[in-house]
């Protein structure tokens, strides 16, 4: 597996250095004669690269390398990416090329920003740094970008918002690519430096481990108008195909019918808004995507089994543990 790291001015070192100790304790399970890891550096030209923090890396390949990278890394910048952004048309091209070539991409925080310029993320869906996500916003209107994602993935392209972010998707291909005992491995030795939380390239909180990009897609566009009126409908036009292909692909996915997986994120969300606000039981209905309060308040008491406003008295009622 060769993978690819791009070395520029502002990148954060540790978006290169810890990924490639992960992916090498990973490889070490399987020994040296069936080595699957190799890393590579790669800028414009064979040469040291001055990253953050005065930490100087070598390019080991230059954009005219004749290597056919499975994943390039795009690493995010430390300070404002502007400059970076408008100055690296060379390494633009490039990636449009490897990603054409069939290359996947991961970029991290405002190194997404390099995939926006490069025209990569034009229709599909992003996320970034939550610092900068309303400035790239307007900067790149055709991208869709994903407040409530940290991580997105559409046609082999995988976005991090943080290098957190990035560390779990790492986690990801690890046990997706190596195994079971590769992933043990690599969480014994980080374990006091990583958290584990994600298990599916679709950020996907509490949803079941799935491939599916199409199904992927159709959850977050559930995610970003669950206050809205949402029907089958709207849901097959997102995803281009029949309700009964649809129906069939979503609930293979998930273990849950569409309608289901629905009301699931609505219940959810509204216990966040009970937990976490003070907001009349109203509005969190409204929020959840319910307009009217009884029929809102008889599905929360079905999913949690007690009412709404119960609810939130029983979890505002536990005192913070020491």
């Given amino acids: ?100 070539s069939g290359t996947k991409i991961v970029s991290t925080g405002t190194g997404v920003g390099h995939l926006c310029e490069a025209g990569l993320l034009k229709g599909r869906v992003s996320t970034t740094h939550w610092y900068y996500l309303d400035r790239f916003q307007k900067r790149y209107p055709e991208v869709e970008f994903q407040k409530q994602h940290f991580i997105t993935h559409q046609d082999g392209l995988y976005c991090a918002g943080s290098i957190n972010a990035q560390t779990d998707l790492v986690l990801y291909f690890i046990e997706r690519y190596w195994g079971e005992e590769a992933l043990a491995l690599v969480e014994q030795q980080f374990m006091h430096e990583l958290k584990r939380s994600f298990t599916t390239p679709f950020y996907e909180p509490g949803g079941a481990m799935h491939n599916d990009e199409l199904v992927s897609l159709a959850q977050s566009w559930m995610r970003t108008h669950l206050a809205e009126p949402i029907s089958i409908k709207q849901l097959t036009d997102v995803v281009g195909q029949s309700e009964r292909q649809f129906r069939r692909r979503f609930t293979t996915a998930t273990g849950l019918s569409p309608l289901q997986y629905l009301t699931k994120i609505r219940m959810e969300y509204a216990q966040d808004l009970l937990r976490e606000t003070n907001l009349p039981m109203a509005d969190v209905a409204e929020a959840s995507g319910y307009t009217n309060n009884a029929y809102f308040s008889k599905a929360f008491r079905d999913h949690a089994s007690v009412s709404p406003s119960d609810y939130r008295r029983i979890v505002r009622s536990k005192p913070f543990s020491g």
Avoid: C, N
């Avoid at 399970?29 to 953050?52: C, M």
């Fill in 1 to 100: 597996m060769k993978v690819g790291f791009l070395l520029y001015p502002q990148v954060l070192t540790t978006a290169i250095t810890v990924p490639v100790e992960m992916f090498q304790a990973a490889d070490h399970v399987r020994g040296k004669t069936t080595s699957k890891f190799s890393a590579h550096f790669i800028a414009p030209e064979r040469q040291a690269v001055e990253l953050t923090g005065g930490v100087t890396l070598m390019a080991t390949d230059s954009y005219d390398s004749l290597h056919q990278y499975d994943w390039v890394f795009v690493p995010p910048m430390w300070g404002s990416p502007w400059h970076q952004l408008s100055i690296q048309m060379q390494m633009h091209e490039w990636l449009a090329s490897v990603y054409a």
